[in-house]
Nanobody
Framework: QVELKESGGQSVQAGGSLRLSCAAS????????MAWFRQVPGKEREFVAG????????YYADSVKGRFTISRDRTKSEMYLEMNSVKPEDAALYYC???????????????WGQGTQVTVSS
């Protein structure tokens, strides 16, 4: 049973930077698609960024493009989200997820972490 565990969430000032990590207990396959989602109370979970585990191709939501960078370390079975120029609207519970192929819809992902909280102070 694969488990995902996020870490790195904390309070950050607007304009600051933060790095989230996602550790997978089992090694993702090259065909897997790993992603970061976020959710705030009362809103739907939204796609933030994703990466094809094998090729390393990356995908971003328009709202974070140019500010966030997704990466992975295949040797450690870890994924990261580098968040720069953080805005108050980036505050959310951030989840990592594993899917079988590229997608941005939460229901396409079968394996989820518990989430890590990011708060942004202005």
């Amino acid at each position: 049973q694969v488990e995902l565990k996020e870490s790195g969430g904390q309070s950050v000032q607007a304009g600051g930077s933060l790095r989230l990590s996602c550790a997978a207990s089992g090694r993702p396959f090259s065909s897997h698609f790993m992603a970061w989602f976020r959710q705030v109370p009362g809103k739907e979970r939204e796609f933030v960024a994703g990466i094809r585990w094998g090729y390393g191709s990356t995908y971003y939501a328009d709202s974070v493009k140019g500010r966030f960078t997704i990466s992975r370390d295949r040797t450690k079975s870890e994924m990261y989200l580098e968040m720069n120029s953080v805005k108050p609207e980036d505050a959310a519970l951030y989840y990592c997820a594993r899917g079988n192929s590229y997608d941005t819809v939460p229901t396409a992902f079968r394996v989820w972490g518990q989430g890590t909280q990011v708060t942004v102070s202005s």
